[in-house]
């Protein structure tokens, strides 16, 4: 299994499955996925992150809209194998214990790519030191520049420790997202092992040729950085001031994006859009895109795996045969649908309680409840909601988390509860608690149109409208993120136009343009899609099968490491 790995793939969180708590949104599905397709083109690679005792959270939303947490109660042992090898790394000055668990993840073609989650909750540590390894995205900036002292340097130790090293073919290590960063240090730390951190242009040279960076986030204020006298604190005093000395810890702090795109030889966006984006903001930087994907076997529900079993046989060992589905007949994908929002209908009810119609217009919006995403914009205008549903009805899914620290999400998760009573019996608007995987599957394939209202150029990728496209549900998106690359107006879905100010504008901009921008949905949704669905639904059938033929095709993960192994790698 260990015997050959040429690449490290580095992640704060990877989605594995659904009740294996260790990720929280779209960088740990997309890891997830990228490992699976890894394991299916057998790219003989290892995956490295942390486990998490107590998950992300447990959401539950109480009856006025309010969002609680709670850890979430799962037993490693039941997924993972627990290894003897074990490292230190040192925070604060302490030597902390990195133990690991092992999960093997096994391709279409039988091919394994291994997954370390590492873990510091070993009886050789205490207090703080004890707790690194709970929670995602929980606790102050000390934790988490620990926690990415326990993933970079912890990481980079435990590959060597179980055999994967240079001298056995580890040639690439791949950071997604900047969390990885400092795994930068701990290659240079090793190239000097001993003496004191420091760097020649030949270690230069050699860490670029290592190193590979994904960066995800298109807006400053998403970059993590740490102020300078916590890394001296937290990280010791010999690398911060190597940190300092080569122009990497500024003013500000240490810039994890910088300090990855400082070592890496290869930098890419995770779509068009967001490459541009990101160039600007780090000007001078050769920043290329690779556009996001999803896998296509995890992400395909029941019914529509089916329909693809029956007329395209290969489909899961080549994704590119789902062009194919151009050809797939319309009455049978109908029926594949109905059979996927029944499933959608039967969970809404035993999750909610709430009874939806199989004969009413869907709409679906789950992602994390983020600002910039407007989950609430279908609200801007109860009266123009109404009237169309009037005439054409609708009925709306939502489900999503919002970080526990952001008030800005938690308000949006209020606002949407708030709509569900307003609207009542003219408009259904169910909201479903704890957005995971699972979920995530039910929803893209069970509903008619999946919606995306973003502030552009806000969203870097997005790959929920990739699940759907796959389970020939077309989407209904402003133009941002993959979007940009898989809509074809009235082919694959369909735009809500809107102005790009997601970086300059002010309050009042901002909300003058959201109410343009509602009336765009509005006004798309009543002349174009609900007429399409209610009164052709051949027509609309066929962009449903666009979908999977030009977006599917596409969009996926497959396609999406092998450009990482010929550009990359
Ligand atoms: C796919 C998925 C995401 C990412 O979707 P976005 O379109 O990027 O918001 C987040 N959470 C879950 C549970 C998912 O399945």
Redo the contacts with the bound molecule.
């Keep these: 299994m260990l015997d050959y790995i040429a690449n490290a793939y580095f992640s704060m969180e990877i989605a594995l499955q659904s009740n294996i708590p260790t990720y929280s949104?779209?960088l740990g599905?997309l890891a997830g996925d990228t490992l699976k397709s890894m394991a299916d083109q057998e790219i003989p690679t290892i995956g490295v992150s942390l486990i998490y005792h107590k998950g992300y959270f447990k959401q539950t939303i109480d009856s006025t809209g309010k969002q609680k947490e709670a850890p979430v109660k799962w037993d490693p042992k039941k997924f993972f194998t627990q290894i003897p090898n074990k490292v230190t790394v040192t925070i604060e000055g302490v030597e902390v214990t990195v133990g690991a668990w092992m999960y093997l993840l096994q391709g279409v073609t039988g091919h394994v790519v291994p997954v370390v989650f590492l873990d510091t909750n070993l009886p050789e540590n205490k207090g703080f030191y004890k707790t690194l390894t709970d929670s995602l995205y929980g606790g102050d900036s000390r934790y988490r520049l620990a926690q990415e002292i326990v993933l970079g340097i912890g990481g980079v130790k435990m590959l060597e420790s179980i055999g994967c090293t240079k001298a056995t073919g580890l040639s690439t290590y791949h950071m997604n997202e900047g969390h990885a960063a400092l795994l930068t240090l701990a290659l240079l730390q090793r190239a000097h092992w001993g003496s004191s951190i420091s760097i020649s242009e030949d270690d230069h040279i050699d860490l670029e040729d290592a190193c590979v960076f994904t960066t995800h986030t298109p807006v400053p204020a998403g970059h993590d950085v740490f102020p300078k006298a916590l890394v001296t604190k937290v990280l010791g005093k010999e690398f911060s001031s190597f940190l300092e000395k080569h122009g990497i810890m500024e003013k500000s702090g240490l810039n994890m994006t910088k300090l990855a795109i400082h070592f890496s030889g290869f930098i890419n966006g995770v779509a068009k859009r967001h490459a541009e984006v990101s160039r600007k903001m780090f000007p001078n930087v050769d920043i290329c895109a690779i556009t996001n994907g999803v896998h296509v076997p995890t992400w395909t529900c029941p019914s529509i795996a089916k329909l693809f079993d029956k007329y395209i046989p290969d489909w899961k060992l080549d994704n590119n045969y789902l062009r194919y589905a151009c050809e797939l007949p319309l009455k049978e994908l109908k029926k594949a649908h109905e059979a996927a929002k029944a499933e959608l209908i039967k969970v809404v009810k035993a999750k909610t309680g709430k009874v939806l119609s199989p004969n009413v217009f869907t709409i679906g919006f789950a992602?994390?409840a983020a600002t910039y995403k407007r989950a609430d914009l279908l609200f801007e205008d109860y009266s123009k909601l109404i009237k169309t549903a009037a005439t054409f009805p609708i009925q709306i899914v939502y489900a999503g988390k919002a970080h526990p620290a952001d008030e800005g999400g938690k308000a949006l998760i209020k606002n949407v509860i708030g709509a569900s009573k307003k609207l009542a019996n003219k408009v259904k608007v169910v909201y479903i608690e704890n957005?995971?995987?699972d979920?995530?599957r039910i929803l893209t394939s069970g509903v008619d149109i999946w919606l995306?209202n973003p502030i552009k150029p806000l969203e870097a990728?997005?790959?929920?409208?990739m699940?759907a496209a796959l389970n020939g549900v077309p989407n209904l998106s402003t133009l941002d993120g993959w979007w940009v690359e898989g809509c074809v107006e009235g082919v694959t879905g369909w735009e809500i136009e809107d102005r790009e100010d997601g970086m300059s504008s002010t309050k009042q901009d901002l909300k003058k343009e959201r109410s343009k921008t509602a009336e765009v949905l509005y006004s798309k949704l009543e002349n174009t899609i609900l007429p399409l669905y209610y009164k052709q639904n051949d027509s609309y059938c066929k962009i449903m099968r666009n979908s999977i033929s030009l977006n599917a095709s596409y969009f996926n993960t497959q396609r999406m490491v092998g450009q990482y192994s010929y550009l990359a790698y």
């Design positions: 949104g779209g599905v992602r994390r957005y995971d995987m979920l995530g995306n990728s997005g790959t929920s409208g699940k």
